[in-house]
């Protein structure tokens, strides 16, 4: 009789030597003791938040910079400082954090808000008020409290998104709000991966909300492997990991405009690879072998989690490169009728090409034609096969893959 394979594999892990010694150390929100090669963004950032200390209001802030240059790391490590020296203190000062990013709608991102401020389902349900309703609630419940809050809001370039589906002027009130507040007071900290996201803002929300802005610049490659090098004395066996597959996680990160997120999650997947198959090294084709899979898990998870218009659409692009706005509209109207869906209006069509845009699953670029003005071209920037073999499996596309 065969040897049951789970057996096998668990007597392999159990008989074999970890080289791991501690996991959360290759996740990148691990907070780290000393953040390297950013001391001048942390005296900037600090000194931009400091007044909080002395009882006064500061600026709105903006924080820009592309993934994985430290923002969120050099935010949340000043934050933290400073609720330590507040708990000391008599004066409410609380500090709030939400990801645009995970939140659907603007009134889900106040819900955020507002049970950060102990406010419960009856106070602020998940549904059903108004958004100015849930708004004036918050801000009751700062001048009751007399709360000094900052509120982070990470990767704020998706808030042009939920604005833009619930309405611009809460937004503006809400980097107004001290006017309105007779006590207590309101700090905007915004983190964001896009330097042009403010375009897509209401000119007078961009003057209130970025009344000071921070950038970060991105890693060298030198910079990551030093950033990579204390990871994985705190993460690895001594001697593990060996100098040729730093040297290429740093090289392959460096290529990435510096991305220390995308060199902590290759040295991660290659770390785990190498535990699985029972070797006593990390080596250069652990790295190679682990980018190809981080590169095909991230494009697949971001193709399924789109809805089903945004995907005709992603369908219509692959099928015809280098089309226009126009153009794609017309494609997706006959992959709808095809599904017998109810095709979505050519202004819905425009913004959810420019949402897929953001996430980099395809890219556009604005062509000038002659006396016909400008128009922007569509192509997408993963291979075709990624996108066929996604949604090959999904019963209503098969007909149109």
């Known amino acids: 009789m065969s040897e049951d394979p789970v057996d096998r594999l668990l007597d392999g892990v159990e008989s074999g030597k970890s080289?791991?010694?501690?996991?959360?150390?290759?996740?990148?929100?691990?907070l780290p003791e000393i953040i390297l090669h950013r001391n001048e963004e942390l005296e900037k950032v600090t000194q931009s938040l400091s007044p909080i200390?002395?009882?006064?209001?500061?600026?709105?802030?903006?924080?820009?910079?592309?993934?994985g240059t430290g923002k969120t790391l050099v935010v949340k490590k000043i934050l933290d400082k400073i609720k330590q020296r507040v708990e000391k203190s008599k004066f409410p000062i609380r500090l709030v954090y939400s990801n645009a990013k995970d939140e659907a709608t603007l009134y889900s991102l106040f819900?955020?808000?507002?049970?950060?401020?102990?406010?419960?389902?009856?106070?602020?349900?998940?549904?059903?008020?108004?958004?100015?309703?849930?708004?004036?609630?918050l801000l009751k419940s700062i001048e009751k409290n007399q709360y000094n809050i900052v509120f982070v809001i990470d990767e704020i370039d998706y808030l042009a998104q939920l604005i833009s589906k619930t309405g611009k002027d809460v937004m503006y009130q809400l980097t107004r709000a001290n006017e309105r507040l007779k006590s207590g007071s309101l700090t905007l900290v915004g983190i964001s991966n896009d330097l042009t996201f403010k375009e897509r803002l209401d000119p007078r929300v961009i003057s209130s909300l970025s009344e000071e802005e921070i950038v970060f610049t991105n890693?060298?490659?030198?910079q990551l492997?030093?950033?990579?090098?204390?990871?994985?004395?705190?993460?690895?066996?001594?001697?593990?990991?060996?100098?040729?597959?730093?040297?290429?996680?740093?090289a392959m990160a460096g290529r990435e405009h510096g991305d220390a997120r995308r060199a902590i999650d290759l040295l991660r997947v290659a770390g785990e690879m190498a535990e699985r198959t029972q070797s006593n090294k990390v080596?250069?084709?652990?790295?190679?072998?682990?980018?190809?899979?981080?590169?095909?898990?991230?494009?697949?998870?971001?193709?399924?989690?789109?809805?089903?218009?945004?995907?005709?659409?992603?369908?219509?692009v692959m099928k015809a490169s280098g089309l226009s706005t126009g153009e794609i509209f017309t494609a997706y109207k006959t992959l709808c009728k095809a599904i017998r869906q109810k095709e979505l209006s050519q202004r819905r069509v425009t913004q959810m090409l420019s949402e897929i845009e953001m996430s980099g699953i395809i890219s556009g670029k604005i062509v000038h034609?002659?006396?016909?003005?400008?128009?922007?071209?569509f192509t997408l920037t993963i291979s075709p096969d990624t996108v066929k073999e996604t949604f090959k499996n999904e019963a209503t596309l098969e007909d149109v893959i």
């Open 19 to 30: 080289i791991i010694k501690n996991r959360q150390v290759l996740h990148f929100s691990y």
């Open 53 to 67: 200390l002395k009882q006064s209001r500061p600026s709105n802030l903006i924080v820009y910079g592309k993934p």
């Open 111 to 137: 819900v955020s808000i507002g049970r950060q401020l102990d406010l419960d389902e009856k106070e602020i349900p998940a549904t059903g008020l108004a958004i100015s309703e849930i708004f004036k609630r």
């Open 219 to 222: 890693y060298s490659v030198v």
């Open 225 to 250: 492997k030093e950033i990579l090098k204390e990871r994985i004395k705190d993460a690895f066996i001594d001697g593990v990991v060996e100098d040729s597959a730093l040297n290429l996680c740093a």
């Open 283 to 316: 080596t250069e084709e652990h790295i190679r072998v682990a980018s190809t899979k981080i590169e095909e898990d991230k494009e697949t998870t971001a193709l399924q989690s789109y809805p089903l218009h945004e995907k005709l659409l992603i369908i219509a």
């Open 369 to 377: 034609q002659g006396i016909h003005g400008r128009t922007k071209k």
